[in-house]
């Protein structure tokens, strides 16, 4: 197959990037996008901030101008995310205690009333976890250590037909800490019937030539706990073709690795743009880590 999306659809997988609504009037960016992907995650327009203003006034416009740009090219959606310590409107910032608890209860089902049905995948809790594999402080986690599993629980009453998703980076490297303490949650989770559907790798890779330690094995890992995982918010330091090539085979390798997203279309649109991470450079042209991918998805 000749573009992303279709070469990862012949094993059942999708090919995705984050679309910044800001961008949807660039039509190099919107012909790229519509015709190489076929996933889309808003790169911030269904983050709290951006969903619930105000306590209470819900606003979707801004996240449904990307939903409406997806699925009239019939692209699917990853919602992304509903709970998290970063980018939290004001007055969500300033909570505590009993009162963010249900404020967050509020927002998950606020939001996920707004596209139930709609989505392929929730990123229920972004980046909860530090790098030793301990819990990260935040107002949420001052809520209580099972503030995840409560998140859980609302979204799946919310809307039981969307995948649920737990999200983060650095968890890519087997032998990492902050790896260990995800999986100890996923399995722990799965153990005692806490709903979870999927682990989000967002795989921002630094650096190097070669995949963080593992990679595949960490895959394989939490695959066999009984969840989908995904590759989700893609980007390489100077696009290296050998780690684009190889943590597209990583994921190649296991079944229920669903799929891939890359974190934007072009350099110019990445929130690492200095460092050239994307499949796509700034003119829109395709650069070698498109083509060992391509590659990979046409080999699997
Ligand atoms: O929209 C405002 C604009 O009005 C204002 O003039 C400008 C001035 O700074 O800021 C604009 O907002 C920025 C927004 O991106 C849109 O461009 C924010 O400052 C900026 O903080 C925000 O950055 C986003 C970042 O998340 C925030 O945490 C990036 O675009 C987005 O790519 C990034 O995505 C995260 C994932 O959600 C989670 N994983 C890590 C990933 C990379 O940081």
């Given at each position: 197959a000749s573009t992303l999306g279709a070469a990862a659809a012949q094993s059942g997988r999708y090919f995705g990037t984050a679309i910044a609504g800001s961008r949807l009037n660039d039509s190099t960016y919107t012909t790229i996008a519509g015709r190489e992907f076929n996933m889309i995650t808003a790169e911030n327009e269904m983050k709290p901030d951006a969903t619930e203003p105000n306590r209470g006034?819900?606003?979707?416009?801004?996240?449904?101008?990307?939903?409406?740009?997806?699925?009239?090219?019939?692209?699917?959606v990853r919602g992304h995310t509903l709970a998290w310590h970063s980018q939290q409107p004001g007055w969500m910032q300033s909570l505590s205690g009993s009162t963010l608890r249900q404020a967050m209860i509020d927002h998950i089902n606020g939001v996920m009333a707004h596209y139930k049905g709609k989505l392929a995948a929730w990123d229920v809790v972004n980046e909860a976890f530090n790098e030793d594999g301990s819990r990260r402080n935040s107002n949420l986690q001052g809520t209580g250590n099972d503030w995840i599993e409560v998140a859980f629980r609302t979204a799946r009453a919310a809307d039981p037909s969307v995948k649920l998703c737990y999200n983060d980076?650095?968890?890519?490297?087997?032998?990492?800490?902050?790896?260990?303490?995800?999986?100890?949650?996923?399995?722990?989770?799965?153990?005692?019937?806490?709903?979870?559907?999927?682990?989000?790798?967002?795989?921002?890779?630094?650096?190097?030539?070669?995949?963080?330690?593992?990679?595949?094995?960490?895959?394989?890992?939490?695959?066999?706990?009984?969840?989908?995982?995904?590759?989700?918010?893609?980007?390489?330091?100077?696009?290296?073709?050998?780690?684009?090539?190889?943590?597209?085979?990583?994921?190649?390798?296991?079944?229920?690795?669903?799929?891939?997203?890359?974190?934007?279309?072009?350099?110019?649109?990445?929130?690492?743009?200095g460092e050239s991470p994307l499949l796509f450079d700034?003119?829109?042209?395709?650069?070698?880590?498109?083509?060992s991918v391509l590659n990979a998805l046409n080999a699997a």
């Open positions: 006034q819900f606003s979707f416009s801004a996240g449904d101008q990307i939903y409406n740009w997806a699925t009239q090219r019939g692209l699917k980076y650095n968890i890519e490297n087997w032998s990492y800490g902050k790896t260990q303490g995800v999986y100890n949650m996923i399995r722990d989770f799965k153990s005692r019937g806490v709903p979870i559907d999927c682990v989000g790798l967002q795989t921002h890779f630094t650096g190097g030539s070669s995949l963080p330690g593992n990679f595949s094995t960490t895959l394989q890992s939490f695959a066999a706990l009984g969840v989908d995982v995904a590759l989700t918010e893609v980007d390489v330091t100077n696009a290296s073709t050998s780690q684009y090539a190889g943590l597209t085979q990583a994921c190649m390798n296991v079944p229920r690795c669903i799929g891939i997203t890359v974190w934007g279309v072009r350099d110019s649109d990445s929130w690492r743009s700034g003119s829109g042209n395709k650069k070698a880590a498109y083509t």
